[in-house]
Antibody
Framework: QVQLVQSGAEVKKPGASVKVSCKASGYTFTNYYLHWVRQAPGQGLEWMGW????????NYAQKFRGWVTMTRDTSINTAYMELSRLRSDDTALYYCARDRGGLLLLYYFDYWGQGSLVTVSS | QSVLTQSPSPSGTPGQRVTISCSGS????????VHWYQQLPRMAPKLVIC???ERPSGVPDRFSGSKSGTSASLAISGLRSEDEADYYCAAWDDSLSGLMFGGGTKLTVL
């Protein structure tokens, strides 16, 4: 069955960087776009961008351009999201999610990771 | 402030029908598909409606979606206690070149 398993919780200081991983199984990793979505405590969902695991191409939401980097390692079916220059308001649960369209971007998500909590605190 | 505005949190008793609305503009809902997610407490979101009114496999037919102009709605009939969750609408916005989520609506089943 399709699974997206994310890395564990992280605590970071303001100004630091964090790298969250998302390991895919149960399907061909390179055949589906992966997106990243975050959710601050008690708040709504915020789309951050996507990566094409086949080509490595990325597209980031305007807000995150310049400080988010999405990469992948096809040898281990894993995608990564790195956020730099962390601030306290980056404290959130970060989700990876699979695009239902495969390599046709549809911007809706049929499988989600369990979320990775990133806490930014001095 | 969210680009997509969702209706205030409704409540209902088991068996009732409730509707959650999502209001946008010509650059998002007016031109693009709307999708709906259910988020149970402490869980990842789950897709319940895609492309305005399609139900993914495994989603009960108690869930239905519709769209008209720049607004969309999610209806849940035959309300059950397990429907108590946060619901989010989502749509691509051409002007902002990004996927937008509504602010969320908490459904309470009394």
């Amino acid at each position: 069955q399709v699974q997206l398993v994310q890395s564990g919780a992280e605590v970071k200081k303001p100004g630091a960087s964090v790298k969250v991983s998302c390991k895919a199984s149960g399907y061909t990793f390179t055949n589906y776009y992966l997106h990243w979505v975050r959710q601050a405590p008690g708040q709504g969902l915020e789309w951050m961008g996507w990566i094409n695991p086949d080509s490595g191409d990325t597209n980031y939401a305007q807000k995150f351009r310049g400080w988010v980097t999405m990469t992948r390692d096809t040898s281990i079916n894993t995608a990564y999201m790195e956020l730099s220059r962390l601030r306290s308001d980056d404290t959130a649960l970060y989700y990876c999610a699979r695009d239902r369209g495969g390599l046709l971007l549809l911007y809706y998500f049929d499988y989600w990771g369990q979320g990775s909590l990133v806490t930014v605190s001095s | 402030q969210s680009v997509l505005t969702q209706s205030p949190s409704p409540s209902g008793t088991p068996g009732q029908r409730v509707t959650i609305s999502c209001s946008g503009s010509s650059s998002n809902i007016g031109r693009n598909y709307v999708h709906w997610y259910q988020q149970l407490p402490r869980m990842a979101p789950k897709l319940v409606i895609c492309r305005n009114d399609e139900r993914p496999s495994g989603v009960p037919d108690r869930f239905s979606g519709s769209k008209s102009g720049t607004s969309a709605s999610l209806a849940i009939s035959g309300l059950r206690s397990e429907d108590e969750a946060d619901y989010y609408c989502a749509a691509w916005d051409d002007s902002l070149s990004g996927l937008m989520f509504g602010g969320g609506t908490k459904l309470t089943v009394l």
